[in-house]
Each structure stands twice: as structure tokens, then as C-alpha cells.
């Protein structure tokens, strides 16, 4: 299979004449939005359309793979789904150095581009970031680590009391001091 690891779209030929344009690629390891990186769990799949629209160009892509979270209660690296859809309005700008975004005449996102290599980079980190769930759980029935060890007591027995029965020891213990 021919895999890029470019993440770009040439748009040199709908620049001359109005058609569209295609792009797809694999992405392995990580993404990075922003600061963020995001551990990838196997291959991560784009693709990118970009059509002319009169002076400006439509761009549609979809972004799907398994980003690596960390469970919320274990913090166990859990792997979680990420599925993707994202539209972006353009306008070519020859001369703008880096991808800038403009509100249009009607109060829409419009990104100008200065070079007809268009790097989708920020794109596709954007549109799976927002995808991403908040948070993530391993499994439904994660017990978490022990508040006082930390171990985990998903494996481990460390004997510590569950904090679900600290709030009646502590009771018990209100009772002991008054009756004292
Ligand atoms: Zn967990
Ligand atoms: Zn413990």
C-alpha cells in the first residue's frame, strides 16, 4: 500500500482551473495539537477533498484512528476511538507565510494559504482533538488506585479501607469522642 507521511494537499491544479483535489495518509504514534501529544494506537487514517467554490476552495476531510487516554480512575493507558469529520473554508493568498484565519464578510471561519502545498497538519491534529472523549475509563467497573498506596486495586489487595467506609469509621469515631 502507498503510505504517505506527508500530511499535505498539492492544490496547484485547482489554483489554474476550478476541480478538485484529493489527499489521504497514514499517521503513526502521536499527533500533536497544539502542545498536546497524542499517543496513536496502530495507523491513523485521513483523507482530505478541496474543490473549488469561485475564488474560494471547500476543504472536507476525516480523520479516524485509536488515540492511547489515560483511564480517569487507574490512570491505565486505555484506547479509545477517535472518528472525525471537519469542512474549512479557504482563500488562496500567494505570499501569506502561514496558514491564518480570517472572518469573512458573513461572520465565517475562512483560513487563508499562501502556498499551493497545503499543509493539513493543524487541520487534522484540530479535528481529532475535538473528537477525543474528555475523559476515559478501561473498563465500566475500574477500581481505581488506593487513595492511600496507590496501588491499584484492580490487581492489587493492599488492605487499605475502601473510602466508601471511611465516612463510617470516622462516624464511629465521633460517636466514641462524645460518649468519652
Ligand atoms: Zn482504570
Ligand atoms: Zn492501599
Known sequence: MDVRDLQSINLASIIKE???AQADGVIRDEII??????????????????SSAGDEYWLSGEVHGTVMMECRRCLKPTPQ???AYFQHLLEYHPGIEQ??????????????FGEPDLDL???????????????????ESCK???????????????????????GGALADLGRFLDEV
Open 121 to 139: 497538519s493543524f487541520f487534522i491534529a484540530q479535528a481529532f482533538a475535538l473528537a477525543m472523549p474528555y475523559t476515559a475509563l478501561c473498563d
Open 99 to 112: 496558514l491564518t484565519l480570517v472572518e469573512g464578510e458573513d461572520g465565517e471561519d475562512v483560513y487563508h
Open 144 to 166: 481505581g488506585l488506593c487513595p492511600v498506596c496507590g496501588a491499584d486495586l484492580n490487581t492489587t489487595d493492599c488492605g487499605h479501607v475502601p473510602q466508601a467506609d471511611i
Open 18 to 20: 476550478p476541480g478538485s
Open 81 to 83: 476511538r477517535v472518528d
Open 33 to 50: 495539537a497544539g502542545d498536546d501529544h497524542l499517543p496513536l494506537q496502530g495507523d491513523t487514517r485521513w483523507s482530505v477533498t478541496v
